[in-house]
């Protein structure tokens, strides 16, 4: 699959594009066009623009209903990279799973293997599907713009408000959960000055002790179940072993992604 074919959708800030190999017909990324832009409101605000675009779209073709999002901090998946997506490149990218009725292959059967043993989708079964996203994005885009607040797109002042967006709990030696203090159950309704707040948090996990970078997996709550929350494990590239293992047992990540 060539760059020209991989790119979906272009943002303001961000694109929508194939991975090289993707995993599934489900898992599009979303990723920074210029690796230099700060993280900030209008990058956070057109992030959220395009996730809400990019799952109208998958809705749309493929009959997605859930959605889990990986992504990285300072980290790339080293060696068999067991239980996450490899590295497309150095810039920002968030690796999203659409998962649907009736799918052949789920994300986790594919993370689970080695990285040199994961097949992927054909590029021959992925060209119409492509074509159909496409298209689908195009038709979606002023719905979601209609439905996206005008104000979330522009400017405004940083939050000062006297208490936190998010929390970030520790829930093992390495393994931190972050998510917005106001019960949140869809990515769709987080707003911009969240979406900062939990990336600071991201950010401000302590790096003693080795450890150099993050690997993340973002859910979606259900209803009733849990509200959307960032699992961030820290990454080192002398751990002796791999924390995702441990992370995708977990009944809340394995049923997002097996």
Not at 92 to 104: D, I, Y
Not at 152 to 167: D, N
Not at 178 to 194: M, T
Request: net charge negative; charged share 20%.
């Amino acid at each position: 699959m060539v760059a020209s074919r991989q790119l979906l959708y272009r943002s303001a800030f961000w694109e929508i594009a194939r991975p090289r190999h993707p995993l599934t017909a489900g898992h599009v990324l979303i990723r920074l066009s210029d690796p230099s832009t700060e993280f900030a409101h209008p990058s956070a605000a057109d992030w959220l623009f395009c996730h809400g675009l990019v799952r109208a779209a998958m809705a749309n073709v493929l009959g997605v209903t859930r959605c889990a999002i990986m992504f990285t901090h300072q980290w790339h998946p080293l060696g068999s990279a067991i239980g996450e997506p490899v590295a497309e490149s150095s810039t920002p990218t968030f690796h999203l799973f659409g998962r649907w009725a009736g799918e052949t292959t789920t994300p986790g059967q594919q993370l689970s293997l080695p990285a040199h043993r994961r097949k992927g989708e054909p590029d021959h079964d992925m060209e119409a599907t492509d074509a159909a996203m496409r298209e689908a994005l195009r038709l979606a885009r002023p719905e979601t713009m209609a439905g996206f607040d005008a104000m979330a797109r522009s400017g405004v002042e940083p939050y000062s408000g006297p208490e936190p967006l998010v929390r970030a709990v520790d829930a093992g030696p390495r393994h931190t959960v972050i998510q917005p203090v106001r019960k949140v159950a869809a990515i769709s309704e987080v707003r911009p000055v969240e979406l900062l707040a939990m990336g600071a948090a991201l950010t401000a996990l302590p790096q003693a002790g080795g450890f150099s970078g993050v690997s993340s997996v973002a859910l979606e709550g259900a209803s009733p179940g849990p509200p959307v929350r960032v699992h961030a494990v820290r990454r080192s590239a002398a751990e002796d072993v791999n924390p995702l293992e441990d992370l995708l047992n977990l009944p809340e990540v394995s049923l997002a992604l097996l």
